[in-house]
């Protein structure tokens, strides 16, 4: 009932950028946060970055500075501009939203499907 659909990854080289983005779609009624996460082999899935409904925003210490999350409340979109990118960045990254139902007014949390991101020269 409820989608979210990732785009934007890819192949990029070192000092490199890339821009994902995330829809969410179906009978919702309402996000609160909204976040992106990502996970390389061998290791476990870190949160990125997150940002509320009403702009507040936090990211790994890894990437701030370089890396800016943003929402668009109207079209249930979040996007994480990555810039500077480094090797160390190449992971599958996976959008996650919280959501209330439309149907339920329940609360509960989404992911994407994943995108691949490759930092390599």
């Known amino acids: 009932q409820v989608q979210l659909v990732e785009s934007g990854g890819g192949l990029v080289q070192p000092g490199g950028s890339l821009r994902l983005s995330c829809a969410a779609s179906g009978r919702i009624f309402s996000i609160n946060t909204m976040g992106w996460y990502r996970q390389a082999p061998g290791k476990q899935r870190e949160l990125v970055a997150a940002?509320?409904?009403?702009?507040?925003?936090n990211y790994a210490d890894s990437v701030k500075g370089r890396f800016t999350i943003s929402r668009d409340n109207a079209k249930n979109t979040v996007h994480l501009q990555m810039n500077s990118l480094k090797p160390e960045d190449t992971a599958v990254y996976y959008c996650?939203?919280?959501?209330?139902?439309?149907?339920?007014?329940?609360?509960?949390?989404?992911w994407g499907q994943g995108t691949q991101v490759t930092v390599s020269s």
């Open positions: 996650n939203a919280d959501i209330r139902s439309r149907v339920t007014l329940k609360r509960s949390d989404y």
């Open positions: 940002i509320t409904s009403g702009g507040s925003a």
